[in-house]
């Protein structure tokens, strides 16, 4: 099939190099010109495990990217990969996408007055496949853009909905191996279309991928109910590791034995600092702040934020209670949201690092990958090149990031000035001559 992939961000190009792989001829549209030349070249703007070598096999064959909207109503399908980033209040800006909406609707419209064939005639028909993560009430404010732009083509215009599930670091492999599959349309065309175009990716998987046929604005329910329903077992089980904590009890052993509960599943137990990242806090913000625009308080969500806004403070806490570190110097061990990603936003390492200087401390940040994305947020503190260089004289450590190498430090720790590691993550190990603190162990 001939698809259009508006917006070539994380979800956009990962969508557009998977789709091209799948065998489909894809063109991703982007308004930044470094990122269509980075595509067309063969490479992606953005880093993530498997990209490149797909765009690298797909570039000037199956896939091509460009600035122009021109193309678009030659395409079966056009997906809108278009971020919506948050307001002040937790709701979540359209400007971007409603924008692309209708630029999409005047591309159907231009052509179908071009070519003459506005008879409405099934064949005619465009569908238009949201990907952004949008709200309930989201979705008509994209079905009403898109139909602005179309004007009098919009009859022959319909919008889906089809939200994405993958992880950031494995956006690749989730896409290809997605654990189910959710379309949001309005007819029988439009699902069939749906499924015509994931046919490929579903056949690659032995066809056991559960498909998801509802509604456009279900669908988007569904993947913040996903989100929501993550972030809160996270926060759930930070409220009883903090609880385990005062008791004096591993929460890792009680939660351990409690996801062998197949009602409740292992994994999304590990306690700790807390989660960040792109999607947790701004989706679970997103669908509260829709909530109260209904007319309803989101009680649990609400303590979902609630006890994961606490969790830095509670590190920080754990931390006086052994030093006082005005003037000290202190390694932050991990500045990404999570191991494998460079990116920082919302990671639980920028609520510590401004902590530790609200404290006067001298701070020393290491990453293996995101100490230049930290120091554009935080130029004031230190940056190590290594775990060891950031832990050489320092008077604490506090592991923010589950990153593999923390938990071979053995010989660095001794180089610290006072051995004393605050451990967020449960990566390092409890040892003879550490003053070790875990969070909720
Ligand atoms: C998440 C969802 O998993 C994904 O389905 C959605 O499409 C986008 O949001 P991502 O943000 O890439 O993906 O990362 P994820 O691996 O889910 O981790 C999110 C945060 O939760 C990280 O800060 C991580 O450290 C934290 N986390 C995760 C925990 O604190 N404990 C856990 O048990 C799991």
């Known amino acids: ?58 570039a000037g064959d199956r896939l091509r990217a460009t600035t122009e909207y021109g193309g678009v109503p030659d395409a079966d399908v056009t997906f809108l990969a278009i971020g919506t980033p948050s307001n002040e209040d937790g709701s979540i800006d359209l400007g971007a996408l409603t924008a692309a909406a209708e630029m999409t609707g005047e591309a159907l419209a231009e052509a179908g007055a071009a070519d003459g064939s506005a008879s409405g005639a099934p064949d005619d028909r465009h569908l238009v496949v949201v990907k952004s993560t949008i709200t309930p009430p989201g979705v008509r404010a994209v079905r009403e853009a898109l139909d602005e732009g179309a004007g009098d083509a919009a009859d022959r215009v319909e919008l889906a909905t089809n939200p994405e599930f993958l992880r950031e670091g494995t956006a690749v492999d989730d896409f290809q191996h997605p654990d189910k599959l959710v379309f949001g349309a309005e007819s029988e065309w439009a699902t069939a279309r749906l499924e015509a175009l994931y046919e490929p990716l579903v056949a690659a998987t032995d066809g056991d991928v559960p498909v998801i046929r509802t509604d456009p604005e279900t669908a988007v329910m569904i993947k913040y109910a996903n989100n929501a329903f993550l972030a809160s077992k996270i926060s759930l089980a930070n409220d009883l590791g903090n609880i385990c904590k005062r008791f ?16 409740i599943g292992a994994r999304f137990l590990r306690s700790g600092v807390g989660w960040g990242g792109s999607c947790f806090p701004k989706d679970v913000d997103a669908i509260r702040s829709a909530a109260r625009e209904a007319g309803y308080e989101p009680a649990m969500l609400d303590a979902a934020v609630a006890v994961n806004d606490g969790q830095p403070e509670r590190m920080l806490e754990l931390l006086d209670s052994h030093a006082d570190v005005a003037g000290e110097r202190v390694a932050v061990l991990g500045l990404a949201f999570k191991p494998g990603t460079d990116d920082i936003r919302n990671s639980r390492a920028i609520p510590v690092i401004e902590g530790l200087q609200a404290r006067g401390a001298e701070v020393v940040g290491y990453d293996p990958v995101a100490t230049a994305n930290m120091r554009e947020r935080f130029p004031d503190a230190a940056y190590a090149d290594s775990a060891a260089g950031a832990l050489e004289g320092a008077t ?3 592991v923010v990031t589950d990153w593999d190498e923390f938990a071979a430090l053995d010989d660095a720790f001794d180089a610290m000035a006072a051995p004393v590691v605050i451990d967020g993550r449960r990566i390092v190990e409890r040892r003879d001559g550490l003053t070790y603190e875990g969070l909720t162990w």
């Open 396 to 398: 604490a450590a506090l």
């Open 248 to 263: 004096g009890i591993d929460a890792y052993e009680v939660m351990d034995a409690v996801g062998l509960d197949d009602r």
């Open 1 to 58: 099939m001939r698809v259009t992939v508006v917006g070539s961000g994380y979800v956009g190009t990962t969508l557009a190099a998977c789709l091209a792989d799948a065998g489909h001829d894809v063109t991703a549209i982007d308004i930044d010109p470094d990122v269509v030349a980075a595509i067309n070249d063969g490479h992606a703007a953005i880093h993530e495990p498997g990209l490149d070598e797909l765009l690298a096999e797909h």
